[in-house]
């Protein structure tokens, strides 16, 4: 199977909030009390873990954002992605993503850090799968505008200004 329109097609995917497509495909019957979960899930209970499939195209990125869980990023198919972080303090890291020469196959994302990543090829896609422990819930999902963005980091505008909504355009 080639092209993204054929995979999105057979794996039922949806537009995400955060740019891109997805698709749930595991949700844990198990799940951990709120009282057993460090204070930034509110006292929510969550599921033991969750996993999406998740696609971008060369024509779109996923905006930065951040949640409160760790998340593991495999790659399935297509190009590889670049998968940009931002620690709390501000440190930054560019993580290849892929099976080509300098990319890894799966990379983790710690809880509480900021990443957005984009396709290594305009035109192109990139199917991966991303699994979250504990599980994924949107009230997790952080997506600062541009503005804060760049108030938080302004030593990092060029990556910020790729991988953030531009206020003037609608969306």
Same mark, same amino acid.
């Given at each position: 199977m080639?092209?993204?329109?054929?995979?999105?097609?057979?794996? $039922?995917? /949806? *537009?995400? *909030? @955060?740019?891109? #497509?997805y698709r749930e495909v595991y949700r844990s019957t198990g799940s951990i009390p709120g009282e057993a979960l460090p204070d930034r899930f509110g006292k929510q209970p969550r599921p033991f873990g969750t996993s999406i499939y998740f696609m971008l195209t060369g024509d779109g990125v996923s905006r930065f954002h951040r949640i409160n869980q760790d998340e593991i990023w495999n790659h399935h198919n297509g #190009?590889?992605?670049?998968?940009?972080? /931002?620690e709390p303090g501000g440190g930054y890291a560019m993580h290849a993503l892929g099976t080509g020469p300098g990319e890894t196959p799966q990379l983790t994302v710690q809880a509480? #850090?900021? #990443? $957005?990543a984009e396709v290594n090829g305009k035109g192109a896609f990139s199917l991966v799968g991303c699994t979250c422990c504990p599980g994924f819930s949107f009230e997790d999902l952080q997506m600062p505008s541009r503005t804060e963005m760049l108030e938080l980091f302004p030593h990092l505008? @060029?990556?910020i200004m790729r991988l953030t909504p531009d206020p003037d355009k609608t969306e």
């Open positions: 080639t092209g993204s329109q054929a995979w999105i097609e057979k794996l $039922g995917l /949806i *537009p995400h *909030p @955060e740019g891109g #497509f #190009f590889g992605l670049h998968i940009h972080v /931002i509480g #850090f900021y #990443f $957005g505008s @060029e990556v």
